[in-house]
């Protein structure tokens, strides 16, 4: 192997660690491959085998999932790649981050923080020269159903259920605007 070669091949490297290296400090690895391993006392274990942006490769043991729920960090990792337990198949060549040894998963995460993070996402702006959506149509939300609760007084007065329905529904989104948005 000549010097040239050898500089060519840190050259290289560099680019492929420059590229892989994400914002947070993380540096995306490609999934090669992926292997369910049996152990004697009925327990198994998937071996995750994946590629550095420096050409190692390394292997990452985690527990074989016995449900599809988020409780199991193989169930997460294939969840982030974009597929279903069923897809794990199609995980091969996808990048994940790599930090410290391991793999970046995402933490087991409850029903209502995903629910309250889907909400929110769709309150934010996705572009960065867009300010964010969010505090105006927080106050929108707020003062919609704030309005249409006033008209409770009045559905009293006039006997109309559809003044109450309207002001039960808009004090029903405010509590839940205000669970999601505020607790």
Not at 62 to 89: H, I, N, S
Request: charged share 25%; glycine share 6%; proline share 4%.
């Amino acid at each position: 192997m000549s010097v040239t070669e050898t500089v060519n091949d840190d050259v290289e490297e560099l680019y492929h660690i420059q590229e892989l290296t994400n914002d947070d400090g993380t540096v995306d690895v490609e999934i090669t491959d992926w292997e369910k391993e049996e152990y004697s006392n009925s327990s198994a274990k998937v071996n995750i085998e994946f590629r550095t942006p420096w050409g190692e490769t390394k292997t990452e043991m985690m527990k074989w999932p016995k449900k599809a729920t988020d409780e199991y960090k193989f169930v997460r990792l294939v969840r982030q790649c974009g597929y279903d337990l069923t897809g794990a198949t199609q995980i091969h060549g996808d990048r994940v981050p790599f930090n410290n040894g391991s793999l970046v998963v995402p933490q087991q995460q409850s029903r209502r923080g995903r629910l309250k993070e889907y909400i929110q996402s769709i309150f934010t702006s996705s572009s960065d020269t867009d300010e964010k959506l969010g505090p105006s149509l927080f106050a929108f939300t707020i003062l919609w159903p704030i309005t249409s609760f006033l008209l409770v007084p009045l559905s009293f007065q006039d006997g109309d259920n559809v003044n109450f329905s309207t002001a039960l529904g808009g004090l029903l989104w405010f509590a839940i605007t205000f669970i999601l948005f505020v607790l």
